[in-house]
């Protein structure tokens, strides 16, 4: 059985940082590519980063570049969003995910596999 379990959110200040971890167990971790994602009270799941299997390429939403850094550890099936210098708009559930895909579909939630339960991510003014 898949399991992908968030960790890591909670309140933080504009301008603070946190960091998100996503343990993944049940599935051949290392030829997965993996996303976040997160979802806003009344509005869509958006794609935040993602990295791919094999390269480790990484993938980001213009909103978050230069702030959020995506990275994973095979060794360990884990993946990671550090998120630095956080805006009240980063307010959100956060998702883990997880999918095998051409690297076109990377930004799309219904190309993804597995998903984590979420962790909700809150920045204060």
């Known amino acids: 059985q898949v399991q992908l379990v968030e960790s890591g959110g909670g309140l933080v200040q504009a301008g603070g940082s946190l960091r998100l971890s996503c343990a993944a167990s049940?599935?051949?971790?290392?030829?997965?590519?993996m996303g976040w994602f997160r979802q806003a009270p009344g509005k869509e799941r958006e794609f935040v980063a993602a990295?791919?299997?094999?390269?480790?390429?990484?993938y980001y939403q213009d909103s978050v570049k230069g702030r959020f850094a995506v990275s994973r550890d095979n060794a360990k099936n884990m993946v990671y969003l550090q998120m630095n210098s956080l805006k009240p708009e980063d307010t959100a559930v956060y998702y883990c995910?997880?999918?095998?895909?051409?690297?076109?579909?990377?930004?799309?939630?219904?190309?993804?596999?597995?998903w984590g339960q979420g962790t909700q991510v809150t920045v204060s003014a």
């Open positions: 049940g599935l051949t971790f290392s030829s997965y590519h």
């Open positions: 990295i791919s299997w094999g390269s480790g390429r990484t």
């Open positions: 995910a997880g999918g095998r895909f051409t690297l076109s579909a990377l930004v799309l939630a219904r190309a993804y596999d597995y």
